[in-house]
Structure formats: structure tokens, C-alpha cells
């Protein structure tokens, strides 16, 4: 029984020991650079001024890239009724568009 709680422990070292040297081998990322600032707030549109800000936009396409995750957006008020807010720098990014 000791032999095995010996063997679980060398183990054991040599996974921590693998760790260490992974974490120290990997170079760390820079930290993103915020795009917004104080004096730039976040403009949010709803799904209908989403298509009309954009020709060939329906309301619809909007709800799909949203329930996709493509673009950035939050849902103001609770659960699935909640007001759909898209960002529209997101949307502009998505699509192509310079703002």
C-alpha cells in the first residue's frame, strides 16, 4: 500500500513539474486594447433600426447573426421577450461596413 501511495506521489510530482515548465514555456498575450473609452459610449440599436440603418438588411438576418453569436448584443429585459440591443459597431464589423 505505501509502494502505491509512493508511486501516485512521484506521479503526481512529475505532472506539476510538466505544468510549470508548459506555463513558463508559453510567451504570455497582450492585453487587448480597449476600442471604447469614456468620451466614445457603446451605440446600440434595436433589430428594426438594425435594417433599416443597412439596405438588403432584414430584421430577421439580424435575429439569425444574433442567435448565432456573430454579433455583439445584449437583451434588455427578461428572458426570450427581452428587447434585442445590437451593437452597431459590431453589426458595421460583422458586414464590412466602415462607421
Known amino acids: 500500500m505505501t509502494f502505491e501511495f509512493n508511486r501516485k ?3 503526481i510530482s512529475q505532472v506539476v513539474l510538466l505544468l510549470e515548465q ?3 514555456s508559453q510567451s504570455p498575450e497582450p492585453a487587448p486594447q480597449s476600442v471604447l473609452t469614456e468620451t466614445q ?3 446600440m440599436l434595436t433589430v428594426k ?3 433599416a ?4 438588411l432584414s430584421e430577421n438576418t439580424v435575429r439569425q447573426l444574433v442567435a448565432q453569436g456573430k454579433i455583439a448584443y445584449v437583451r434588455a429585459g427578461s428572458g426570450v421577450r427581452g428587447k434585442i440591443l445590437v451593437s452597431k459597431a459590431s453589426l458595421l464589423e460583422y458586414l464590412g461596413i466602415a462607421s
Do not use: H, M, Y
Open 9 to 11: 506521489k512521484q506521479i
Open 22 to 24: 508548459l506555463i513558463e
Open 41 to 43: 459610449p457603446v451605440e
Open 49 to 51: 433600426e438594425c435594417a
Open 53 to 56: 440603418l443597412v439596405n438588403g
